[in-house]
């Protein structure tokens, strides 16, 4: 489903990063959490699910592009950003490779 719902040369890991990116927008929102209790699936998606998702999905583009533009226009930006994102995935490259060697193990 995921392949096919958007177009483009778009990385699998960009897709699954963006709609757990929704998906958890979507989960702080208090009346879809009252709603979703309240109501079956079908219920809950004739409520208010779509226009909220509809305002989440500009808000994150919204938000998306003023955060690149902050990054790619301050050096200092810049530099904060390239720390925080060399730590998360330094860390999560060396767990990842610790696990490979793990389950090499005999």
Same mark, same amino acid.
């Given at each position: 489903?995921?392949?096919?719902?958007?177009?483009?040369?778009?990385?699998d $890991?960009?897709? $699954?990063?963006?709609? %757990?990116?929704?998906?958890?927008?979507?989960?702080e929102?208090?009346?879809?959490?009252? !709603?979703?209790?309240?109501?079956?699936?079908?219920?809950?998606? =004739?409520?208010?699910?779509?226009?909220? =998702?509809?305002? @989440?999905?500009?808000? #994150?583009?919204? %938000?998306?592009k003023?955060?690149?533009? !902050? $990054? =790619? #226009?301050?050096?200092?930006?810049? !530099?904060?950003?390239?720390?925080? $994102?060399?730590?998360?995935?330094?860390? #999560? =490259?060396? @767990?990842?490779?610790? !696990?490979?060697?793990?389950t090499?193990?005999?």
């Amino acid at each position: 489903k995921l392949n096919d719902l958007f177009d483009g040369d778009l990385p699998d $890991v960009d897709k $699954v990063a963006y709609i %757990n990116h929704i998906a958890g927008k979507l989960m702080e929102q208090e009346i879809l959490v009252k !709603q979703a209790a309240e109501n079956s699936k079908s219920q809950f998606g =004739l409520g208010d699910f779509k226009g909220i =998702l509809m305002d @989440t999905v500009i808000a #994150g583009l919204d %938000n998306y592009k003023s955060m690149a533009a !902050q $990054v =790619l #226009g301050n050096d200092r930006k810049k !530099q904060e950003f390239a720390d925080m $994102v060399l730590d998360v995935v330094y860390e #999560g =490259l060396k @767990t990842r490779s610790s !696990q490979a060697i793990n389950t090499i193990q005999p």
